[in-house]
């Protein structure tokens, strides 16, 4: 069984986010507070996510949320909804839609840059209306555009969904119930959900440690650099295979480990 430290919720809400933060995973990404269905989902990540968030292409779903139109995915917002008799609008400045586009800009290169330096990437899906079919399509996506990437999709489902899958990339695990969708954070099967995630989830046993004010991966990569200087390969390649444990989607690390490795 692999162990992921790398891992991306894809849908269909925020229910994945709330087991994971629970467990220790508190890494963001695009989709973690998302909510849509796997379609758009996959759209998203076909077309690299192009005009995401467009000011012109974004209306407000509820007083909480506002939609990518050209996505049909909804996020969480800071934005000052407006309700009048019969629409939503809302009401910002251009600095209060620049904060909030910046911060869905920042995720989604953050989103990218994992997909591109990660060894491997679990993605977690469920859905509630017990929506599978573009599970195979999110495969199919994922490989041609990161065809350097191992990942799997693990699939969370109610013991009494039915639904099975013989594609290798796909995993399967049953919870008693999934939250209902008013009480996405709060009404979830926890014990089955915390089974499942220890299963998949790599805990760093680094984490929140810091070594002269920096974060380990930092620390092991610099001193490895240097005895890399000094002519001692074999103890920077050492080196930075610790770091690269402490910090696996580091693309630096990854680059010098590889340097060392054929030397």
């Known amino acids: 069984m692999m162990n992921y430290y790398s891992i991306l919720p894809i849908g269909d809400n925020c229910e994945i986010a709330g087991h994971l ?25 076909e077309n690299n996510f192009e005009n995401i968030f467009s000011k012109e292409k974004i209306t407000p779903i509820n007083n909480k949320m506002v939609k990518c139109d050209i996505y049909n995915i909804a996020w969480h917002t800071n934005f000052k909804i407006v309700e009048n008799e019969k629409s939503l609008k809302i009401s910002c400045k251009d600095s209060d839609y620049k904060k909030e586009w910046e911060k869905i800009e920042h995720l989604k290169k953050k989103t990218i840059r994992l997909l591109k330096n990660s060894d491997h990437v679990l993605f977690i899906y469920k859905s509630n209306l017990r929506k599978y079919g573009n599970l195979n399509r999110f495969c199919n996506i994922i490989s041609q ?118 030397k």
């Not at 933060?21 to 990540?45: E, K």
């Not at 200087?229 to 074999?234: A, K, P, S, T, W």
């Open 21 to 45: 933060h629970r467990n220790g995973y508190t890494d963001s990404s695009l989709f973690r507070y998302a909510s849509s269905s796997l379609n758009f989902i996959c759209d998203c990540f």
């Open 145 to 262: 555009k990161y065809p350097n990437l191992k990942f799997k999709v693990l699939v969370i489902k109610e013991k009494s969904d039915p639904f099975d899958c013989q594609n290798s990339l796909i995993d399967i695990r049953d919870v008693n119930y999934l939250a209902p969708y008013d009480q996405a954070m709060s009404g979830g099967d926890n014990e089955n959900w915390d089974k499942i995630i220890k299963e998949y989830l790599f805990i760093n046993p680094f984490k929140n440690i810091k070594i002269n004010g920096n974060e380990p991966a930092d620390y092991l990569r610099d001193i490895a650099v240097i005895f890399e200087q000094e002519g001692d390969i074999d103890t920077a390649k050492k080196l930075m295979l610790n770091a690269h444990q402490c910090r696996p989607t580091g693309s630096l690390i990854k680059n010098k480990l590889n340097e060392y490795m054929l």
